[in-house]
């Protein structure tokens, strides 16, 4: 990831895609999908749960997803599926596919999995999970997953990764037990808004809002400078930037662009998410994505798009900002913490060749 002025929306599935004033760290029991404490007086159950792929009918899978998460998200206080899957469901890319666990003893399914191939790389494939929280301590992360890998080698794909929200000792564990290792840390950071101190843009430098249809080229080739290296927000192409100006939540005065004698120097893309009571009660301000040009580094342009896009959000009302981050980017950590953002949810991504 390009250095601090660049923070992407979380890999697949992004999460989101996707930040401690008010915000609460997940609990710790159950944070992902899985859990190592003692076995519940059923859990020989897993060994007769079935686990089967979805009928291609996204309306139906969407319900089942949607329940799935919904008790997840219960439990853990964070987005159980990212945005990835639900793009992915409206759009199924080739090797997509979904699949359930059943357990004998529960009509509902009581795990879900959706396996998808990633866009511009036919040879990889994602995995997204959810499990009910009752159901944790059993075999059906392990089934699922398992599923996932066996669907992934009938399309020929060479690599497989699983993102997981909220990552903890747990998920790391089930990950290993089947070869997969830890090839991406995000950090979601918040702080409270507005935050101290001015940052303003460098000489020459003048902000205004993007234009749809006007920005698009300029804007995808500053994009994909500035994240050349990045595996989730490089390389993205007009269809995808199309898919994002056409989510419900896009607004364009909250994408804000810098200028400097008539080039795209650098942008910051604003999203404000709505409340999720009782976890989230309130709406938050979330830096999705902030990207300056290779060119214009070390002019604290970076700083300033920060501060100037979470003023953005303080002044429409957002008491919390948030952004992610990727570990390894030591510069943008920095710079965060800098401002006062401090990290409340860990997402990791792992992954595995396969032979």
């Known amino acids: 990831m390009p250095g601090p002025p660049s923070a992407p929306a979380p890999g697949p599935p992004s999460a989101p895609a996707p930040a401690l004033p008010s915000a609460r760290a997940p609990r710790s029991r ?77 009509p509902e399914p009581v795990g879900y999995l959706r396996a998808i191939g990633r866009t511009g790389d036919p040879l990889v494939v994602d995995f997204a999970m959810t499990v009910h929280p009752d159901h944790r301590d059993d075999a059906v992360p392990g089934r699922l997953l398992d599923a996932g890998i066996a669907h992934a080698r ?89 898919g994002r100006l056409d ?22 893309w604003t999203k404000v998410h709505a409340p999720v009571p009782p976890h989230e009660p309130h709406a938050l301000g979330e830096i999705y994505v902030i990207g300056v040009d290779p060119a214009d580094r070390g002019r604290g342009l970076g700083r300033a798009l920060t501060v100037t896009g979470l003023d953005h959000l303080h002044h429409h009302g957002i008491a919390v900002g948030m952004l992610f981050v990727d570990a390894s980017n030591t510069a943008a950590v920095g710079l965060y913490r ?12 792992y992954g595995t060749g396969l032979a």
Do not use: I, Y
């Open 30 to 106: 159950a944070r992902g999908f899985a859990s190592r404490g003692r076995p519940r007086p059923d859990a020989t159950l897993a060994a007769v749960v079935e686990v089967r792929a979805l009928p291609t009918d996204p309306t139906a899978e969407v319900a089942v997803a949607r329940a799935l998460a919904d008790r997840s998200e219960r439990r853990d206080e964070h987005p159980a599926l990212g945005d990835a899957v639900w793009r992915d469901l409206a759009d199924p890319a080739p090797a997509s596919v979904g699949f359930v666990a059943v357990a004998p003893t529960d």
């Open 154 to 242: 009938t399309v020929g794909a060479a690599r497989v990764a699983l993102w997981v929200f909220g990552a903890d000792v747990d998920t790391d564990a089930l990950a290993a037990g089947r070869g997969l290792q830890v090839e991406r840390e995000l950090w979601q950071m918040r702080v409270p808004l507005p935050v101290a101190g001015p940052a303003p843009m460098p000489p020459g430098v003048t902000l205004r809002t993007f234009v749809p249809g006007a920005d698009d080229a300029d804007w995808l080739a500053c994009n994909n400078r500035a994240f050349a290296a990045d595996p989730d927000q490089g390389g993205w192409t007009a269809a995808t930037l199309a």
């Open 247 to 268: 989510e419900a939540w896009f607004d364009p005065a909250g994408l804000l662009v810098a200028d400097d004698d008539g080039r795209m120097a650098g942008f910051c």
């Open 338 to 349: 800098a401002l006062g953002f401090v990290t409340s949810r860990v997402d990791r991504c």
